[in-house]
């Protein structure tokens, strides 16, 4: 068996429209009549799996799954946010890794933008 990649990232909700409509405006992604969308990575693209302990503080603690997102120029991205006022939890870090920043959706969920 070989994995190809993920099929699906799926949660609940509090507000399913407030939350599709930041997911929309915030990270531009175009949420279909189905409450979903279908992102289809470029070449370049590699979606990470990987395990923290419970206890592990590179994210919340009470906070189970922690979504990533690759951006193709994280200043722009940057540039984006703070032109409709979102906040940036934390400011850009670098390392052998790429960028990243830390931006919280309105439920809470702290989301990481990459860039690669």
Do not use: C
Not at 7 to 34: A, C, H, M, P, Q
């Amino acid at each position: 068996m070989k994995i190809e990649g993920f099929g699906g990232i799926f949660w609940r909700t509090k507000n399913l429209e407030d939350i599709k409509s930041w997911y929309s405006k915030v990270l531009n992604i175009e949420i279909e009549n189905w409450n979903g969308a279908i992102l289809t990575p470029q070449p370049g693209n590699e979606t990470v799996f990987s395990f923290f302990t419970e206890d592990d503080p590179y994210f919340p603690t009470n906070q189970q799954v922690m979504l990533n997102f690759q951006v193709e120029n994280l200043d722009d991205s940057i540039k984006h946010l703070e032109e409709i006022g979102v906040p940036i939890v934390m400011e850009k870090a670098v390392d052998e890794y790429g960028k990243f920043i830390w931006i919280e959706d309105p439920e809470g969920r702290r989301i990481e933008l990459w860039e690669k």
